[in-house]
């Protein structure tokens, strides 16, 4: 028996369908808590199956066994309440301390919010004037079946997570719609993300390395494209894409500062809309504007698109709550929703030869 187990842990640890050993301690832990109630669960069944065989052939009536005649026997009624009264103790403890480690956020060195929205995933680092959304990267075609799918199918993302070697890391987990949950198997975390809430989870990754994770709570129709990529680097070159994030972002807000004194071409308004259509609406609204009869509006010839800019402005910020219609006020530049607003007020035959301006965005956004 001793062979087969040690047969069976050197399986364990290298098949696809266990749980994977992972590149923290916790998730070490968590392992190995997993491995040591298997195979005890695995010499409880032995036992059991193995008594069970042995009276069915030694003691069965064809061998002229005979019943035995017993009631209320409490040898019989002690033991089998103290013996699994034991094996459970004896599971509880370890499961006790793992589970207590787990949630043990406290002393981070860098502390994360992460947001679910349908459908991808926004990082803010707490410490730090950075945050940007991730979102999926595998191409339209491979999903549509037009390119084969590539060796992360559906796993990966325009902007990954990035967070340090051997610092603790906190995530503060919650959502903007409805319930997402945040999950990398090979930390050991799986958080659900729910609106108005906030759950914590953390991590400390000893090797620089890619981690790939997927939301784990199905959130609505691309449940599915809904990845998490994280990316561990060295301290100081953590150090070094932090500080540069930052300016990155700086000039970004000095930039959308400037297109606020500016008016843009239509011509222009048109090229970056269609881009921007094209990747965060066309799968809601259809690439035609035409969108899906009783489940997402058209665009095309819609009121709101043909006459009131003012609402129509407003539902692409501030998104329609109770519906699939999301803000994109965070999600986007302001040149970028003007861009965006422009176009669909002028493709598919609506042709208003209205422009939309960053300022009459912002105007919106801050009131003024």
């Known amino acids: 028996m001793c062979a087969t187990l040690a047969s069976s842990v050197a399986v364990a640890e290298r098949s696809d369908i266990n749980l994977r050993k992972g590149v923290t301690d916790i998730s070490e832990q ?22 069970m065989l042995y009276a069915m052939i030694f003691h069965r009536k064809s061998k002229g066994a005979k019943p035995a005649n017993f009631h209320e026997s409490v040898k019989v009624e002690v033991a089998w309440t103290i013996v699994p009264f034991l094996i459970l103790v004896g599971m509880a403890v370890p499961a006790a301390k793992t589970l207590i480690a787990m949630e043990d956020t406290t ?26 959304f991730s979102l ?3 191409q339209q075609e491979q999903i549509t079946n037009k390119f084969d799918k590539g060796e992360n199918y559906l796993l990966e993302v325009d902007r990954p997570l990035v967070i340090p070697t051997g610092q603790k890391v906190r995530f503060l987990i919650t959502s903007d719609d409805v319930i997402h949950s945040w999950w990398v198997p090979d930390f050991a975390i799986k958080k659900d993300a729910n609106p108005g809430f906030i759950n914590e989870a953390w991590t400390k990754v000893n ?11 199905l959130c609505g129709k691309d449940h599915g494209f809904m990845p998490v ?43 970056v809309g269609k881009q921007v259509y094209q990747s965060a609406c066309a799968a809601c609204h259809m690439p035609n504007g035409e969108g899906l009869p009783g489940v997402f509006p058209a665009l095309k010839g819609s009121d709101v698109a043909l006459n009131d800019m003012p609402k129509h402005i407003d539902v692409v910020v501030n998104g ?38 960053a300022k009459d965005v912002n105007a919106l956004i801050t009131g003024n």
């Open 136 to 138: 999926l990267a595998t």
């Open 320 to 357: 329609v709550p109770g519906t699939a219609m999301q803000a994109f006020a965070k999600q986007l530049s302001l040149k970028e929703l003007a861009a965006v607003i422009t176009y669909e007020r002028n493709a598919w035959g609506n042709d208003t030869g209205e422009t939309v301006q």
């Open 229 to 271: 990529v994280v990316i561990a680097k060295e301290p100081a070159e953590y150090e070094r894409w932090i500080a540069e994030q930052e300016q990155k972002q700086l000039k970004a807000k000095e930039k959308e500062q400037k297109m606020l004194a500016m008016n843009m071409e239509m011509e222009e308004l048109m090229d």
């Open 30 to 51: 968590v392992y190995g808590l997993h491995m040591t109630i298997f195979y005890i669960c695995v010499v409880i069944g032995v036992l059991v199956f193995g008594a």
């Open 207 to 217: 090797e620089p390395g890619l981690y790939r994770g997927q939301c784990a709570e």
């Open 107 to 132: 002393e981070a060195d860098v502390t994360i919010l992460v947001t679910g929205s349908q459908w991808k995933w926004h990082y803010k680092y707490m410490d730090h004037e950075v945050d940007y």
